[in-house]
């Protein structure tokens, strides 16, 4: 089973069925529903999520999906090693790097899956568009 960091804009992607990259999102999550691969995000990512999708969904229904998003997904919580981390880091974007720290403490971690391809240089780990990651799984 691989095992796949789903940055932000894939949650967004997925939740607010932004095509045409929905597809790829709902396709990667439907293969951790059927446990062909194990997915993670970080704490940040989930609440960035929230944040981002309640101007467009309401509060119940979006806390419900969230809630729901949590069967197929583990949550790397952010703490203060991942903060120092990024914040020392060469990373131009302290929220990418903070992504990419939490990404590298996933044991055996294959993928991280984005459409910011750009800001997760030098991650120290394979970083796919969705539409490319399918094909590893």
Known sequence: MRNVFV???ILIDLLADRPPFSK???TLFDLAEKKKVKLF???HSFATTHYLLKKHVG???LKAL???LLDFI???AIDIFIIKKSLLSNHKDFEDAIQIFAANSVTDLD???TRNLK???DAGVTVLPPDEVIGYL
């Open 74 to 76: 583990d949550l790397i």
């Open 41 to 43: 995000t970080s704490s």
């Open 66 to 68: 969230l809630y729901a």
């Open 24 to 26: 790829f999102a709902i």
């Open 59 to 61: 509060e119940k229904e």
């Open 7 to 9: 940055d932000t804009n």
């Open 119 to 121: 800001d997760f240089k």
């Open 111 to 113: 993928f991280i899956v």
